[in-house]
């Protein structure tokens, strides 16, 4: 429905506006999916097993302590690589261009 919805307001939006609630749904989606695969399923199954009398041990624990830390690191690492702002800002390419354009300007102004 969200798509529907964002493809019939292209129209009233700008190229770019539409381009950005493209991509922030989708790190929406990220983030909801992270914690679901990254959390609750491991989480889930460590419940679960000894009802159907699976033995897990005990390392299982270091594995539940693993995926719920895991998780404070997943998805904010979810959200700069599915964010092209934030990904330019943590991997300063934006700096980068600009050197870029600077150094092309004073080649142009010297020659």
Not at 42 to 47: H, S
């Given at each position: 429905?969200?798509?529907?919805k964002?493809?019939?307001?292209?129209s009233?939006?700008?190229?770019k506006?539409?381009?950005?609630?493209i991509?922030?749904?989708?790190?929406?989606?990220?983030?909801?999916?992270?914690?679901?695969f990254?959390s609750?399923v491991?989480?889930?199954?460590?419940?679960i097993?000894?009802m159907?009398?699976i033995?897990l041990?005990?390392?299982?624990?270091?594995?539940?302590?693993?995926?719920l830390?895991?998780?404070?690191?997943?998805d904010?690492?979810?959200?700069?690589?599915?964010?092209?702002?934030?990904?330019?800002r943590?991997?300063?390419?934006?700096?980068q261009s600009?050197?870029?354009?600077?150094?092309?300007?004073v080649?142009?102004?010297?020659?």
């Open positions: 429905m969200i798509m529907k964002l493809n019939r307001m292209t009233k939006m700008s190229r506006t539409s381009n950005l609630q991509e922030l749904l989708r790190a929406l989606i990220v983030q909801t999916v992270i914690p679901i990254v609750f491991p989480c889930l199954f460590c419940y097993a000894p159907f009398n033995d041990g005990r390392p299982i624990n270091y594995v539940e302590g693993i995926a830390g895991a998780f404070a690191f997943c904010p690492m979810a959200i700069v690589i599915c964010l092209p702002v934030f990904r330019q943590v991997m300063c390419q934006e700096k600009r050197l870029d354009s600077l150094s092309k300007s080649e142009n102004t010297v020659t």
